[in-house]
């Protein structure tokens, strides 16, 4: 009998042990897992901080070409030459809240167009007959082009959809917005009595 238990307590020692050294090991491959997946998040908020310092306000934003659904190019400096202001949105057909702005856009449009307010609509990863298609039904009255491969977007950094980047009456950074932006009118109202001449 007093064999038995300590054969009992020995072969529960020994389990013990065992699972002690599991345990241990487990701990040890779940800390290299988390401070891989640490080091990665860091490297991507390091990424995201480089991108939102250039494009803060007042730098120059990535020149780009694209063209629209009737193959026309289109380049930002020829935007920027014929407007006082400029604004770059990114969206895709599939993004929910992009569909709800695109009837927030016409409106700033019809707005401000006339006051020298230029849109740019770039499409990000989808096909022309797509983008087609959905215009059709949402017919657009500003600029729209293609980047299907995301191309713009990659050197825009776009990590969101929509996003929309305000260009002022110099082509520089007046403003940069991920999602649906409640106050782009106001921005815009600012940028363009910013960009009055004083009188003398």
Sequence with gaps: MLFSIVS?????????KKLSTWIAFVSFAGFCVFSVQVKSNVAKIEAIDAFKGSLSYGASPPAFELRNLDGVQHSLQEEVDGGKLVLVNFWATWCQ????????????HERYSADGLRIVAINVGEDPATVARFLTSRPAPFTILL??????????????????ILLNDQGNIAGVEEGLDPY???RIESELEAAEPEDP
């Excluded at 009992?8 to 013990?16: E, W």
């Excluded at 709800?100 to 409106?107: I, S």
């Excluded at 191309?151 to 969101?160: I, M, N, P």
């Design 184 to 186: 782009m009118s106001y």
């Design 8 to 16: 009992y307590f020995r072969g529960l020692r020994g389990f013990v």
């Design 147 to 164: 980047d299907p491969e995301s191309v713009v977007a990659t050197r825009y950094r776009v990590e969101a959809l929509p996003t929309t």
């Design 97 to 108: 809240p992009c569909r709800l702005e695109m009837p927030l856009l016409a409106k700033l």
